[in-house]
């Protein structure tokens, strides 16, 4: 068993590393501020499968060998920035919550599980805390002592972030300040995913 020292190490670095802003945290906060909290889940759960996978492929080691494929950083970039551009136009677009009707679909599952996957800055982010941190000393139980701390995190995270939507989308109930918000988020996921994406090129 990990010592307690080596436990808030990897809890703070991945509070730093996986938690600052990036396409899935500012996505969620913009889903949950313009859909709503209980329309915004689905899109979560995506995020959450997403990443966790992406950690799958970090803990088996896989990462360095899907990084070593030359197409696989700009298909990846391209895939995120693609729907993170068709989601940042869903939610600018949004009514605002209160003018919500029951067919008004928020984003998806499968939108979140394909953001989770294809968002290149989950691979360095993760890889970045897997590395820096020894929970055991024997490689296999390391493994598994970081996959299984490290999914709570990503919980964790996911859930503040859907909160900080909720609580901002609380303070709003005009609709022409609901309306400001939406394209305020709308512009913000855009830009932070690109900073996040675009130099990191993995």
């Known amino acids: 068993m990990a010592e307690w020292s080596a436990l ?3 809890v703070l670095t991945s509070l730093a590393i996986m938690g ?5 945290t500012i996505s969620l906060t913009a889903v949950s501020a313009s859909f709503g909290v209980a329309r915004a889940v689905p899109y979560l759960l995506g995020l959450i499968l997403g990443t966790a996978a992406v950690l799958l492929i970090v803990a ?7 990084l070593s494929l030359p197409l696989l950083a700009p298909v990846l970039i391209g895939a995120s920035l693609g729907y993170i551009v068709y ?4 939610i600018a677009t949004a009514p605002p919550l209160a003018e919500l009707s029951a067919a008004e679909d928020a984003p998806s599952l499968a939108g979140g599980l394909v953001l989770g996957i294809a968002n290149p800055k989950a691979y360095v982010a993760i890889a ?3 590395a820096a941190n020894h929970l055991a000393t024997d490689a296999l139980s390391d493994a598994v002592e970081k996959v299984v701390l490290l999914v709570g995190m990503i919980v964790m995270i996911h859930l503040a972030w859907l909160v900080g939507g909720a609580l901002i989308a609380a303070m709003l109930r005009d609709p022409l300040q609901s309306r400001i918000l939406n394209l305020v988020l709308a512009v913000a996921l855009v830009v932070f995913s690109a900073i996040a994406l675009i130099p990191h090129g993995a």
């Open 60 to 66: 088996t080691g896989l990462t360095a060998a899907l």
């Open 20 to 24: 600052s802003p990036g396409p899935s």
């Open 87 to 90: 989601l940042a136009y869903r």
């Open 8 to 10: 808030l190490s990897l």
């Open 128 to 130: 970045t805390v897997f």
